[in-house]
Nanobody
Framework: QVQLVESGGGLVQAGGSLRLSCVAS????????MGWYRQAPGKQRELVAT???????NYADSVKGQFTISRDNAKKTVYLQMNSLKAEDTAVYYC???????????????WGQGTQVTVSS
């Protein structure tokens, strides 16, 4: 079965940095856009950043200039570099990928299990 597995979360002090990784595995025919969402306690889930297969990026206004999304197509991996972290960045971060599992299949959005990022002030 297809899986998206995040890693790199943890506890960090305000002002510090973390890099999240997400690897897609299983029988995958093609990967289109990939991205990151986050959900803080008591708040709605929000889109953080997206990246297309050719490297075009978009960011939420709240993280512009602070986070950087990138990908390695050969490794089927998407990254989120998070710098100058603040307490309000504390959330569960979820990886997404638009996947096609066969040549004649449909595109569908897959989700990782989430990884906790906690920023202490």
């Amino acid at each position: 079965q297809v899986q998206l597995v995040e890693s790199g979360g943890g506890l960090v002090q305000a002002g510090g940095s973390l890099r999240l990784s997400c690897v897609a595995s299983g029988s995958i025919f093609s990967i289109s856009a990939m991205g990151w969402y986050r959900q803080a306690p008591g708040k709605q889930r929000e889109l953080v950043a997206t990246i297309t297969s050719d490297g075009s990026t978009n960011y939420a206004d709240s993280v512009k200039g602070q986070f950087t999304i990138s990908r390695d197509n050969a490794k089927k991996t998407v990254y989120l570099q998070m710098n100058s972290l603040k307490a309000e960045d504390t959330a569960v971060y979820y990886c997404t990928a638009d996947l096609k599992l066969s040549r004649l299949g449909i595109w569908d959005k897959y989700w990782g299990q989430g990884t906790q990022v906690t920023v202490s002030s």
